[in-house]
């Protein structure tokens, strides 16, 4: 999907939200592979955890997003067959604990300072990536599209 000047963000996600589960999942892998190719191992790292931060914004992992995550879980949790327990774990320590809030300030910053280095189209990729992953279970809710956008900016 091409992003262009007069494409709000509400748009964009209604539009992801049309594809349905399948098209977003295979989408999405797509997309997140293209930004790791263009990221040094830090900044992967940062990308990982941005993923799994949109994943987690609503508070709830779905089995979709499970899936989706799951690769990403693994390295996270130095662990080669993440369960959807284990999963879960991990969304309601970032969403529902106080330790969790400074998880997630440190990986906010971090990405934001990881999106003020990255070119346009690095970025519109990142963006991308981010609401496929959210959109895997067929729907984004506001709070992910709230989270998102807390990031991007987009109009």
């Known amino acids: 999907m091409y992003i262009d000047e007069d494409t709000t963000f509400d748009d ?4 992801i939200e049309s594809y349905g589960k399948e098209k977003c ?8 592979v293209k930004v790791f190719k263009k990221l040094n191992d830090a900044d992967g790292k940062t990308f990982s955890d941005f993923i799994l931060m949109c994943i987690a914004s609503d ?3 779905t089995i979709e997003e ?3 995550s799951k690769p ?3 390295i996270l949790l130095a662990k080669r067959n993440v369960s959807f327990d284990d999963a879960s774990n991990v969304i309601r320590i970032i969403t529902r604990t106080d330790n969790g809030k400074e998880i997630k300030e440190n990986v906010m910053k971090r990405i ?3 999106l003020s280095r990255v070119d346009k ?3 519109e990729d990142m ?3 981010g609401l496929l992953a959210t959109a895997c279970d067929g729907k984004l809710s506001e709070s992910e599209r709230q989270f998102i956008m807390s990031l991007f900016g987009k109009n």
């Not at 964009?12 to 539009?15: M, V």
């Not at 999942?25 to 997140?32: E, K, R, W």
């Open 112 to 114: 934001r300072d990881l």
């Open 12 to 15: 964009l996600c209604d539009e």
């Open 127 to 129: 963006l991308m990536s």
């Open 25 to 32: 999942m295979d989408l999405g892998f797509s997309s997140t």
């Open 72 to 74: 990403l879980l693994s």
């Open 121 to 123: 189209e690095t970025k």
């Open 59 to 61: 508070g709830y992992l």
């Open 66 to 68: 499970y899936y989706y």
